[in-house]
């Protein structure tokens, strides 16, 4: 089956501006994350969904960063007046079972802000 | 709170040499323990995992024991090649206590050489 998909792959904004980020995660995985990617960093966790539950929300940065899951499915990354510090890869990943079970990645969106 | 120690790279062998990237741990719960793997160009994909103490995750030759007395995950491989040349994040997931998050190293570059 298809796996986790992400829009858009790139994405270049002016510093000010909002951006989207998508996130299709596979079908039936009730959990999904977001992690940022710095160049030459590790992961950074964002935020996970799991099913109805409220969301784990720790790793937000800043409340320029939210996110949303309609319908237990597909994802939105909104980070609102972006600076430039906010550029990296924002990599999504979900999983059947929250914790214990393998995550399966998208490819990314490589946001730059200018 | 949580955290994962990774050896910084980057690490660079001869084809045919034995690998080892050590990896630490501390947690509050009974984390399970992964290793994944970021191929040249590619997302992010688990390579092995272990959910206990004294688990040895293994794939594609690589091998990660869990040790609880010492806090460790090293990741060992007896004769790596020319394709195992990536980046390599340790992690952890420590549910309950630590949430459903995910916990990941600063990962560690491999180069092999032909």
């Known amino acids: 089956g298809a796996g986790v998909s992400q829009s858009p792959s790139n994405k270049v904004t002016e510093k000010g501006k909002d951006v989207e980020l998508r996130c299709d995660p596979i079908?039936?995985?009730?959990?999904l994350y977001w992690y940022r990617q710095s160049l030459g960093q590790g992961l950074e966790f964002l935020i996970y969904?799991?099913?109805?539950?409220?969301?784990?929300k720790s790793g937000l940065p800043s409340d320029r960063f939210s996110a949303e899951r309609t319908g237990g499915s597909v994802s939105t990354l909104t980070i609102q007046r972006t600076q430039q510090e906010d550029s990296a890869v924002y990599l999504c990943?979900?999983?059947?079972?929250?914790?214990?079970?393998?995550?399966?990645f998208g490819p990314g969106t490589r946001l730059t802000v200018l | 709170g949580d955290s994962v120690t990774q050896m910084e790279g980057p690490v660079t062998l001869s084809e045919e040499a034995f690998l080892t990237i050590n990896c630490t741990y501390t947690?509050?719960?009974?984390?399970?323990l992964f290793w994944y793997v970021q191929y040249p160009g590619e997302g992010l994909q688990l390579l092995l995992k272990?959910?206990?103490?004294?688990d040895k995750g293994s794939n594609k030759g690589f091998e990660a024991t869990y040790r609880k007395e010492t806090t460790s995950f090293h990741l060992e491989k007896g004769s790596v090649q020319v394709s195992d040349s990536a980046v390599y994040f340790c992690?952890?997931?420590?549910?309950?206590?630590?949430?459903?998050?995910?916990?990941f190293g600063a990962g560690t570059r491999l180069f092999v050489k032909a």
């Open positions: 990943a979900s999983s059947d079972r929250a914790g214990t079970d393998t995550q399966y």
């Open positions: 079908s039936g995985h009730t959990a």
């Open positions: 969904f799991q099913g109805n539950s409220a969301p784990d």
């Open positions: 947690a509050t719960g009974y984390p399970s």
């Open positions: 272990a959910t206990k103490a004294d």
């Open positions: 992690a952890l997931s420590d549910r309950p206590t630590g949430g459903f998050k995910t916990i």
